[in-house]
């Protein structure tokens, strides 16, 4: 009788093992210590995040690691399209090295790298450049579910209002069981608009919005075939739509610039370190300002990949110094005008103008987002380095949590995680890009756990006196009296109770 063949298992059920063994060994999740609560009946979240993509599911895990259990995390979005990776991010591959290891939290096992490999080989690997950004959204709907991480997709928060001692979030969206629940602590893991919108110039106000999308918007490409396509900025958003433009077939793409010259050097990654990551929330208001001032001012440049991708095609122009004046439609074309003369005329307008960050277009703090202490509010810059757009970011306390503009008109602010690009001027780079989201999502959950365990303290007091459970049964010694004679047979004497009797 033929032996039946074994099939061999598959790479990523064995790097599944490995990761469980892994967790296992550093028992992880930690069990659960956070007291239950409940009002009137109703069941009390400890955390709810917001936000289902990169830093909400390294902020869960990071929680459920320290053992945070009784936690939500909801997405307006459908499965496997969280963030923006299959949404509005048009880069063929992701500007971070691939060796970084991204939401991993210290586990080997969880990299992109280990997944990577598990799958194509360890020659693969090392073959490749950069990440390509739909394996990026592979990896992490790899990551949701090797860990189990139940997002509720298709769950959108509306509101999030105080409520007695905890927050009120209502919930809209097919996904969503129910219409409101409640919760001690937020976590906004939102993204890079996880507290603003998009930047919209003035200048599009004279256009159908027919005319033009910003980058962020889904862009019928197809549609722009043959059409004369201006894209206006030099950042990574606005060259990756002016490549998937030309890529469709526009008969020219002409990007307009402010900058008199390209933005060619990264400043920030020429000083990242774990110094910097754990040092930067600790600097002074002046030096953390100096730094991102200096950030912003240089502009970080689109990735060389994605530039090449556009100036490979003959009808692609880079337009420096080039500033709007005027916008309108006549004849049937977009007529822009430059503030130095020069006109061109354009079928259709991309904005690759970022995002804004302004708590007040959020909607989901109605009535108080004008609460929120900003960065204007606690530091006055000096001449040469006022920046407005720094001064809109929020002025955020160590452990991500919003301040109060003015004392005790809104405390419950304290208890919302502003865990998104919004705080990047109090605490740097570690709730939204690949290289410092671990150190962000562990730095969170430790804050968050010494919230939670401050606020039920006396519970844990409590807890402390009532716990019974023995260690020694009291089979483990015998006891006797200090006035028995032992007899010390080498010395002769007799020695009572250990003392020398001679």
Request: aromatic share 10%; hydrophobic share 40%.
């Amino acid at each position: 009788m033929a032996k039946a063949e074994t099939q061999a298992p598959d790479g990523v059920d064995v790097l599944r093992e490995r990761l469980h063994y892994d967790l296992d060994c550093l028992e992880l999740p930690a069990k659960s210590w956070v007291p239950a609560r409940s009002v009137d009946g109703e069941h009390v979240h400890d955390v709810v995040i917001v936000g289902g993509g990169m830093c909400g599911l390294a902020a869960f895990t990071a929680l459920r690691w320290g053992g945070m259990h009784n936690i939500r995390i909801l997405d307006r979005n459908p499965a496997g399209r969280e963030g923006p990776w299959l949404n509005y991010a048009r880069m063929e591959t992701l500007r971070s090295p691939k060796q970084l290891s991204g939401p991993a939290l210290g586990i080997g096992a969880l990299t992109f790298r280990a997944w990577f490999s598990a799958q194509f080989g360890e020659a693969a690997w090392a073959a490749l450049d950069r990440i390509p950004r739909a394996m990026w959204m592979d990896y992490l709907t790899w990551y949701r579910s090797v860990l189990g991480i139940p997002v509720e997709n298709e769950v959108a928060v509306s509101s999030i209002l105080p409520e007695g001692r905890h927050l009120r979030l209502a919930l809209t969206g097919e996904g969503a069981c129910e219409h409101s629940l409640l919760t001690r602590k937020v976590v906004m893991a939102t993204g890079r608009d996880g507290l603003g919108t998009p930047a919209i110039p003035s200048f599009v106000k004279a256009l159908p919005r027919s005319r033009w999308a910003h980058s962020s918007d889904d862009i019928d490409f197809a549609a722009l075939r043959g059409k004369r396509v201006v894209v206006v900025g030099i950042g990574a958003s606005a060259v990756d739509n002016a490549a998937e433009a030309l890529e469709a077939g526009a008969s020219e793409v002409r990007l307009l610039i402010r900058r008199k010259t390209m933005p060619t050097i990264n400043k920030m990654m020429g000083i990242g370190s774990f110094g910097f990551v754990n040092g930067f929330p600790d600097l002074s208001d002046a030096w953390r300002w100096r730094f991102m001032h200096c950030s912003f001012l240089t502009q970080t440049p689109a990735p060389r990949g994605s530039t090449l991708r556009v100036s490979r095609h003959a009808n692609a122009y880079f337009h420096f110094g080039k500033t709007i004046a005027r916008v309108r439609e006549t004849n049937g074309a977009i007529r822009i005008e430059m503030q130095d003369g020069t006109q061109l005329a354009a079928d259709f307008l991309i904005l690759g103008t970022g995002f804004t960050i302004d708590p007040l277009a959020r909607a989901e703090m109605p009535g108080y987002a004008g609460e929120v202490l900003l960065w204007r509010d606690r530091y006055a810059p000096p001449s040469d380095e006022q920046n407005h757009e720094l001064g809109m970011f929020p002025y955020l306390n160590a452990d991500f949590s919003f301040q109060e503009r003015i004392p005790g008109k809104a405390p419950w602010l304290g208890q919302i995680h502003c865990f998104n690009y919004g705080a990047t001027v109090s605490l740097g780079k570690v709730s939204g890009d690949i290289p410092g989201i671990s150190e962000g999502a562990q730095w969170l959950a430790r804050s968050v756990a010494a919230r939670l365990y401050a606020e039920d303290i006396d519970r844990h007091w409590q807890g402390m006196l009532d716990y019974a459970k023995p260690e020694l049964l009291g089979d483990e010694w015998t006891a006797s009296e200090i006035g028995e004679a032992i007899t010390d047979t080498a010395a002769g004497g007799t020695v009572f109770g250990g003392i020398d009797a001679q």
